[in-house]
């Protein structure tokens, strides 16, 4: 398992669209691997395989044990099924100085699959649907900022 470089905004790769992964092969499970060890390394709740330079339909999330149960996988990810909505603050890895507010669903439900190829179907709500949201507009070149309604430098820390 290794951390990989995050791309950040300005990078042209971030705005392309992904192409489904076809076969979970041992590629793709490495990438799985290196995309949480990513993701946790620099304190993220998600991420998308853009951000690390893949244009594959792929995201890992761990919202921590608030309010999800652990990593998820999620391999060519649609959202099936959306309702309410919910305005707050959002970040993202590949646009680090910046926050921005954004209207999401409050609850969603992706199907996806599992790095053992099995499909599954999973609802959530809240901060977690958030997630899911920004991740999956990841894989079609959209970030957040493309949807704030306002957008704010971070505190220096
Ligand atoms: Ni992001």
């Known amino acids: 398992m290794s951390c ?87 970040g993202c890895l590949s646009v680090p100085e910046y926050i921005g507010t954004v209207t999401r669903p409050l609850t969603v439900t992706v199907r996806a699959q599992n790095r053992n190829s099995e499909t599954y179907e999973k609802t959530v709500s809240g901060f977690f649907a958030r997630a899911v949201c920004h991740e999956l507009d990841h894989l079609d070149g959209v970030l957040f900022v493309d949807h704030a309604v306002e957008i704010q430098k971070r505190e220096e820390e």
């Open 4 to 90: 990989r470089n995050i791309r950040t905004i300005g990078d042209e790769l971030l705005r392309k669209k992904s192409r489904p992964v076809e076969e979970i092969n041992e590629r793709i499970l490495e990438l799985l691997d290196d995309m949480a060890e990513t993701m946790y390394q620099s304190g993220g709740v998600g991420l998308a395989a853009p951000q690390v330079g893949v244009l594959r339909r792929i995201a890992v999330i761990d919202v921590g044990k608030e309010f999800g149960d652990g990593l998820l996988e999620l391999i060519n990810p649609e959202i099936i099924a959306a309702s309410g909505e919910q305005t707050d603050a959002e």
